[in-house]
């Protein structure tokens, strides 16, 4: 018991931390469920992926 008490606060934070993380996991998936998901499978229309940045670079040459 005296192991609890004396790290209460560090068990707290870990709690608080864990249901954060486990809350913003069931929005993500309920999000793409929903088909919210920051990824809409365009590729061509993405600016975060590979394949557009190298067809602009092709573009100007």
Do not use: P, W, Y
């Amino acid at each position: 018991m005296e192991v609890l008490t004396s790290n209460l606060g560090t068990l707290i934070t870990a709690l608080v931390l864990i249901a954060i993380v486990a809350a913003i996991i069931f929005s993500m998936r309920k999000d793409k469920k929903a088909g919210k998901s920051s990824c809409g499978g365009d590729c061509a229309h993405c600016g975060g992926c590979h394949a557009r940045r190298e067809n602009a670079q092709t573009q100007k040459h």
